[in-house]
Nanobody
């Protein structure tokens, strides 16, 4: 059974940084593409960043240059380094895993999800 557990969220002032982590178990981690999504109150879940099995990464335009996704296939961990945070980054952040080839940017493309971690950025 695939299990994804996010951590590292919290309250931070605008301009600050946070590092999110996602611990994965119950899967051959290196064979999965991994992503971060976020969902703000009243809004749809949106793509933040993804990293493929080979380590190739892609980021949403809204976070490009500020956020960096990375993975550790030995520790079965996914990370999201978030710098220069803005109030509009406030959301619940979710880790997702995809067993198919390729990186997906849409939630239906991911079968496995964590429960999320809250990130709140104050102005």
């Amino acid at each position: 059974q695939v299990q994804l557990v996010e951590s590292g969220g919290g309250l931070v002032q605008a301009g600050g940084s946070l590092r999110l982590s996602c611990a994965a178990s119950g899967l051959t981690f290196s064979r999965y593409a991994m992503s971060w999504f976020r969902q703000a109150p009243g809004k749809e879940r949106e793509f933040v960043a993804a990293i493929g099995r080979s380590g190739v990464a892609t980021h949403a335009d809204s976070v490009k240059g500020r956020f960096t996704i990375s993975r550790d296939n030995v520790k079965n961990m996914l990370y999201l380094q978030m710098n220069t945070l803005k109030p509009e980054d406030t959301a619940v952040y979710y880790c997702a895993a995809r067993g198919q080839t390729g990186i997906g940017r849409r939630p239906p493309e991911y079968a496995n999800w964590g429960h999320g971690t809250q990130v709140t950025v104050s102005s």
